[in-house]
């Protein structure tokens, strides 16, 4: 598929994948690879190792092997050089092209025995003959040796995982497939495995300001040359942490009590100008909490105590926003418990506080069994006091 002239997409639609080291993959994924047809041929990043045959086919379609100068790998993330290893041993004249810390990663990965290495620093070029590789490192955005590649002459950048989406289509450009389910999915992209790297792309949104550009090629998902405007305002923003008035209330609950309780919450929560959201763990994947938690300028957080503790399917979700780091969000966590009052809710509010959640509450709001009129008056109190937060933080941010 020629993407422009002599620049052709030569990856795999995995329409199938679910689960991609635990984010439900609803809509599959597809591994991007990129080749370039000048006086000297290059291949940009590879596959997943399962989809490597295909992509020799791929590359045999449009090239000799041997008439492949270069194999630029951008990341060393197996999703994308899985593929490398036979790339290399069928294009015995290829030099492979990456930064230092990638040669590093790579060796520590394959048996890189006879590649022959073109290491290349921040900024450095290789010229194509007509084209030019431009090489600009974009460390953590995704691995410490996460690279972009730029075309000046096509305006094209390559930008790995950046600006992707899980998402499997025949369209291969962001204007042949649903606006709102593109967005969707590079939003969830975001969430899900961007997140905790707010700070690296905002300096990759200052490197690629320096450049015009007007295709952006990503690893995973569609092309963007319709919308370049649009998905860089929604990464500045989302890699700002800038709030929206939306709060977001999970929970679990065993007998009905910590569901009241969230109930209230929500019911307190439902002001002029404030979305609120509300899912029970046991029917939301952490998925849609990471990509429902992105925006949220609060969340409360509710589990019953089981067995002196929190609820498995409430810490799964937990650990897992955790080490995504979402920022700048107000919260409190609520539950009931019978006899361990230390228990569940004390945990989920260690978790907040480990998250850096702006707590309302020194305690959780808790009930001893079923929530009675005062407790529930409570939630509903708390409810409310999030959602003016809420609106706040945003007029501050504003
Ligand atoms: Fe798609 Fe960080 O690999």
Redesign the pocket.
Known sequence: MEIKKDVYWIGHIDWNVRDFHGYETDRGST?NSYLIKDEKVAVIDAVKAPYASELLQNVAALVSFDAVDYVVCN?A?P??SGGIPALMKACLNAELVCNAKCKDILSKHYDTTGWNWHVVADGETLSLGSRTLAFMNTPMA??PE?MATYVPEEKLLFS??GF?QHYATSGRFDDEVPFEDLMFEAKTYYAN?IMLYGSAIQKVLAKAANHEIEMIAP??GVIWRTHIDKIVAAYDRWSRHVPSPKVLVFYDSMWKSTDMMAQAIVEGAMIDGVEVKMFDVKSTHITTLATESLDASAIAVGSPTLNKSLMPKVAEALTYLRGLSPEGKCGVAFGSYGWAKKGGQHAVQDYLEQMKVELIRETPIQSQYVPNAEILEECRNAGRELAEKSLNVVKEAQ
């Open positions: 591994y990341h993330e999703d994308h995704h691995w996460s790995m995982d992707g495995i690893s995973h």
